[in-house]
């Protein structure tokens, strides 16, 4: 009586020899990519395969669709959410203003922090504006304006001057934190700003600090007006500064 051949055998080995009465001995059996089983496992590794590039097909479609941003980036906008995506975009150290049921939001040059990124050498409008300026009308879909629409076109004379160069020129001025107040007596706007002072000789240059090693330029403080009770400007900029750390 011959010997029963395993389940390996029987489902992933060929007969060496093809001698009728050898054929089912499982001396004269060896592995064979081509047998019934390693067939049927090599298919269901590829079935697997397929399946787990699916998922992560899909599941990268779906994470580029939370929002409407061309980017893709992740952002998850849950309308139900009590913190939501209001702006995709650099909008540092913003500053709120409700006027006439209008909200209107005041930030920070948008070079600020990321100057030095690649992507940023074809943005047109990088770095253009002294200050961004967003708005809305039910605090949840906001409208960032375009540089042509900067609140505070023109800063104070003891602001440095000029742009910095590079391949992306941006103004030296480096207007940061604006903050925003009406004026009781006018209805007029006031504006608080920070940027960079210009040095005593050098007006396209920045003020230095005076200690040893490397510092950033410092930062002091103006204000600038309203032309008229809109307080999304633009705003006249006062020529002398409000207070300095240097002076």
């Known amino acids: 009586m011959d010997p029963q051949l395993t389940f390996f055998q029987r489902h992933f080995t060929k007969p060496i020899s093809p001698d009728p009465e ?54 998850h906008t849950d309308p139900r959410s009590p913190i939501r995506l209001a702006l995709l975009e650099n909008f540092p150290d913003p500053t709120l203003v409700l006027k006439d049921g209008t909200y209107y ?12 990124r690649p992507k940023n050498f074809t943005e047109r409008e990088l770095g253009v ?56 007596t006018d209805n007029k706007y006031v504006m608080y700003y920070s940027a960079n002072k210009h040095a005593e000789d050098n007006k396209t240059e920045s003020a230095r600090v005076p200690v040893k090693g490397r510092h950033p330029p410092p930062h002091c403080i103006g204000a600038a007006v309203s032309e008229t009770d809109d307080p999304a400007g633009p705003y006249t900029p006062a020529p002398d500064l409000l207070a300095c750390h240097l002076d």
């Open 105 to 116: 939001a005041f930030a920070t040059n948008n070079a600020a922090g990321i100057i030095d």
């Open 129 to 184: 504006s002294n200050v961004q300026i967003a708005t809305s009308k039910d605090f949840i879909n906001w409208t960032l304006l375009d540089f042509e629409r900067d609140p505070l076109p023109k800063v104070g004379e003891w602001v440095t001057h000029g742009v910095t160069k590079g391949k992306i020129q941006i103004p030296k001025s480096q207007v940061w934190a604006p903050g925003i107040i009406k004026r009781d």
């Open 22 to 75: 050898k054929i089912h001995h499982p001396d004269n059996r060896r592995f064979s990519f081509l047998s019934r089983g390693a067939f049927l496992v090599g298919a269901a590794m590829v079935l697997l395969l397929l399946g787990i590039i699916a998922a992560a097909v899909a599941v990268t479609f779906d994470n580029k669709h939370q929002t409407d941003d061309p980017t893709g980036d992740m952002i």
